[in-house]
T-cell receptor, first 119, second 112 residues
Framework: EAGVTQFPSHSVIEKGQTVTLRCDPI?????LYWYRRVMGKEIKFLLH????????ESGMPNNRFLAERTGGTYSTLKVQPAELEDSGVYFC?????????????????FGPGTRLTVL | QKEVEQNSGPLSVPEGAIASLNCTYS??????FFWYRQYSGKSPELIMS????GDKEDGRFTAQLNKASQYVSLLIRDSQPSDSATYLC????????????FGAGTILRVKS
C-alpha cells in the first residue's frame, strides 16, 4: 500500500510569488490534515479535511493560504502571495475513518513533507 | 506556556542503554498520546500510542502515561544506533476533530 505522498519535495520561490503544494493521501482515507513546521519550532496543525469538506481550519495563519480537496482525494495548499515567514516544512497526513459524532481516532500517517523556502 | 513540552536535547546514550524521553502537556482534557520518530528529512513515523494511565509495551519501547501529572514518557531499551532520530510527542485533545498538537521534539543520539 502506497503511503502519503507530497509534491514537490522542495520549492524555492521569491517573496510575492505563488506556490502550490500537493498531497496524495493513502487511498480510501477520509481524513486529510495539513501541518507545518517552521525553523526551530514544533509541527503545527493547519487544517483538516473530512473527504472534500473542511472540518477544522483553525490553524490556517491567514487568507494567503488556500486549501482544497477536490473530490475528496488529493489536496492542494496554495500560498499566494508567499512571505518570508511562510518558509518551513509542510506535512500532510491522512487517517482512515471519520465517524459522525465521534470524529476520527485512527492513526495519522505522515508524508515526507515539502520544504518551502521563500527568499 | 507551550501546550506540549519536550526537552530538545540532544540526549546521548551509549548503545545498549535505556533512553528515557519525557513530555508534559497542558490540556487536562487530552485523550490520546503519541510518540513519533522522525529521521532527518523523512516523515514522522508513529511508534507508540497510549490512551490510559499506566505503561504500554511494544518490543523495546515502553510508553508511560500519568494523566494526573500530565506527563507521558517513552523508554527505549537496548538502544541501538539506528534509534538515533528526533522523537516527537503528540497529543490529541478532547474535541473530536482530532488534530494533533506536537512538542518540538527531542533529539536522541545513540553512540556505538
Amino acid at each position: 500500500e502506497a503511503g502519503v505522498t507530497q509534491f514537490p519535495s522542495h520549492s524555492v520561490i521569491e517573496k510575492g510569488q505563488t506556490v502550490t503544494l500537493r498531497c496524495d493521501p493513502i487511498s480510501g482515507h477520509d481524513n486529510l490534515y495539513w501541518y507545518r513546521r517552521v525553523m526551530g519550532k514544533e509541527i503545527k496543525f493547519l487544517l483538516h479535511f473530512v473527504k472534500e469538506s473542511k472540518q477544522d481550519e483553525s490553524g490556517m495563519p491567514n487568507n494567503r493560504f488556500l486549501a482544497e480537496r477536490t473530490g475528496g482525494t488529493y489536496s492542494t495548499l496554495k500560498v499566494q502571495p508567499a512571505e518570508l515567514e511562510d518558509s518551513g516544512v509542510y506535512f500532510c497526513a491522512s487517517s482512515q475513518r471519520w465517524r459522525e459524532g465521534r470524529g476520527s481516532t485512527d492513526t495519522q500517517y505522515f508524508g515526507p513533507g515539502t520544504r518551502l523556502t521563500v527568499l | 506556556q507551550k501546550e506540549v513540552e519536550q526537552n530538545s536535547g540532544p540526549l546521548s546514550v551509549p548503545e545498549g542503554a535505556i533512553a528515557s524521553l519525557n513530555c508534559t502537556y497542558s490540556d487536562r482534557g487530552s485523550q490520546s498520546f503519541f510518540w513519533y520518530r522522525q529521521y532527518s528529512g523523512k516523515s514522522p513515523e508513529l511508534i507508540m500510542s497510549i490512551y490510559s494511565n499506566g505503561d504500554k509495551e511494544d518490543g523495546r519501547f515502553t510508553a508511560q502515561l500519568n494523566k494526573a501529572s500530565q506527563y507521558v514518557s517513552l523508554l527505549i531499551r537496548d538502544s541501538q544506533p539506528s534509534d538515533s532520530a528526533t522523537y516527537l510527542c503528540a497529543v490529541r485533545g478532547a474535541e473530536y476533530g482530532n488534530k494533533l498538537v506536537f512538542g518540538a521534539g527531542t533529539i536522541l543520539r545513540v553512540k556505538s
